[in-house]
């Protein structure tokens, strides 16, 4: 029996056992006999296939229109930002606090240098320099003497309110002798011909530690000092600075300096030279170019006299060639102490003391191409008060000071290469033509300086070597007959050498006027001949 079959016989008797059961309070109890099991079959049917077809495509086009209203939406975004790819930061040189050396060198010269210098919780800046060197040359040549001693001690406290307030100390004393004397026909005794100048300086300054919210600097110092010789000559200086400066778009800085310089001699009179000094100055710097624009309004003496501050570069190729040009003008003070600096065998009495006026233009080029990075310039200054230098009539051991008109065209030039890692070569020159008004040559001022200097650093920076070579021109001065004549020119080839035996601990070497060249820089005072030292270094 097929399946389908079986199905209907199942449902037939549940739908009879159904109805029989509902009709069983209906019918009458009975016998029913079965004769023949039901047999449902279907009859068989004929498949119809069904072949359905597409209808026909429409080929016509149609062309649609359209329009749809333009609508500007406001959208706020952030603008996206640049992150800088992480990269390895480069391991920083060790550093040190302090700093010592310790020499002797020929002829009988001994040299100590100690630097320490620390801040202190972040807050106080604590420092120290102590230095000496002298040398005595008395066997070849009679007084050939001279030394040197000083120190200073400097703080500087930054506040949290973000301002800072510093102050300095020092003193030094500087002993020259007197040797300018016909050797064959005078001698001295040491203390005869001593000359010593004593500086004692103080000072303090208060500023801004911190950048301020308005982009706003500001400072104010006041320096002191007194600077004397053993033959009752003295002189003190206060002067004191008032600067602002403020920037604008954090490049171009607008600023006012005020600045009063007081000075006093004494020796049998007094002198005062006094100058007050107000500069406004606004520099804007540009892509290619920057221009700097100020006065200099300077008074002394109830005089009162403006000079322009003006000064302008502009980049013609980038990074390889720049041309700048400038027109300032301004004063440079003559003092015992700047004039003894400069010439410590001048006399100490009976001298003026006197600003030299000056105007200066000058203009130039710069750039680095490659390995090389240069600069040249030219100027034309107009000096009046030019300090110059003649030996003394009365003591020929010593210099008179006396001034005069100047014009002046300087050229100068400059020069450094990075030829491969770690040799450096570096030269510069510089040539003044001078023009006087009255007298007859520019006495004791050099016109040309030559220098060539070259450094090389090997065994892992452990060795560094170093070269120089300083050449002058012989300085014009007035003989014995008061004619114009010539010193002798500089010719100066030294060489040195540092060693680091470990990171604190070194030693050096230097040989200097390889060549024994005895120049006389002043009228009958020969430079050392050939000398050298030698010491130890460390670093702490």
């Known amino acids: 029996m097929s399946l389908y079959k079986i199905i209907l016989a199942s449902l037939f008797v549940l739908f009879t056992s159904n109805f029989l059961s509902a009709q069983e309070d209906d019918l009458e109890s009975g016998e029913v006999q079965v004769i023949n099991n039901f047999e449902a079959s279907l009859l068989e049917t004929e498949k119809v296939d069904l072949n359905p077809s597409l209808p026909p495509l429409d080929t016509t086009t149609k062309r649609l229109v359209y329009a749809i209203p333009s609508k500007s939406l406001d959208v706020e975004y952030l603008p996206p930002t640049l992150r800088p790819i992480g990269m390895r930061a480069d391991k920083l040189p060790d550093s040190y606090n302090g700093y010592a050396k310790l020499g002797y060198g020929i002829p009988n010269s001994p040299y100590a240098e100690l630097s320490y210098h620390k801040l202190l919780k972040e807050q106080l800046d604590f420092g120290i320099d102590l230095f000496h060197h002298s040398a005595n040359n008395n066997n070849k040549i009679e007084n050939q003497r001279f030394g040197i001693t000083g120190g200073e001690l400097e703080s500087t406290y930054y506040f949290d309110q973000g301002f800072a307030a510093g102050a300095n100390v020092g003193f030094t004393s500087d002993v020259n002798y007197l040797y300018g004397y016909d050797q064959e026909v005078e001698s001295f005794n040491p203390e005869d011909v001593k000359q010593r100048f004593n500086t004692l300086e103080l000072g303090g300054k208060f500023f801004n530690g911190e950048r301020t919210q308005g982009d706003l600097n500001y400072y104010a110092g006041a320096d002191f000092y007194r600077f004397t010789d053993n033959f009752a000559s003295g002189e003190s200086g206060f002067d004191l600075d008032l600067g602002i400066t403020k920037y604008f778009a954090d490049k171009h800085p607008l600023s006012l300096k005020l600045s009063t310089d007081f000075t006093t001699f004494e020796d049998t009179a007094t002198q005062k030279l006094n100058n007050l000094q107000l500069i406004p100055n606004f520099a804007f710097h540009g892509d290619k170019f920057k221009i700097s624009v100020g006065a200099n309004l300077l008074s002394h003496n109830d005089n009162f006299k403006i000079y322009p501050l003006v000064e302008a570069s502009a980049s013609i190729v980038r990074n390889l060639l720049t041309a700048f040009a400038g027109w300032r003008g301004d004063y440079q003070k003559n003092t015992f102490r700047s004039l003894a600096n400069y010439n410590p065998y001048m006399v100490s009495r009976g001298f003026d003391l006197r600003n030299t006026e000056f105007q200066e233009f000058y203009g130039g080029i710069k750039g680095r191409v490659k390995i090389i990075e240069y600069q040249g310039q030219i100027g034309y200054k107009q000096a009046n008060n030019l300090a110059l230098y003649l030996s003394n009539p009365d003591d020929t051991k010593r210099f008179d000071v006396l001034y ?137």
Do not use: C
């Open 404 to 540: 005069d008109t100047a014009n002046i065209v300087n050229i100068q030039g400059r020069i450094n290469l990075n030829i491969i890692k770690d040799l450096e070569f570096g030269a510069s020159l510089s040539q003044s033509f001078f023009d006087l008004q009255n007298e007859e040559k520019p006495w004791h001022l050099p016109a040309l300086e030559f220098n060539i200097h070259t450094t090389y650093k090997a065994l892992k920076e452990q060795l560094l070597v170093r070269g120089d070579l300083y050449l002058a021109n012989g300085v014009p001065y007035q003989n014995d007959l008061g004619l114009a004549d010539n010193l002798n020119a500089l010719f100066d080839v030294s060489l040195g050498a540092e060693y680091l035996f470990s990171k604190n601990v070194g030693a050096f070497v230097s040989v200097n006027n390889l060549l024994s060249n005895n120049r006389q820089r002043w009228y009958r005072y020969p430079t050392f001949g050939l000398n050298l030292m030698g010491g130890i270094t460390a670093r702490f």
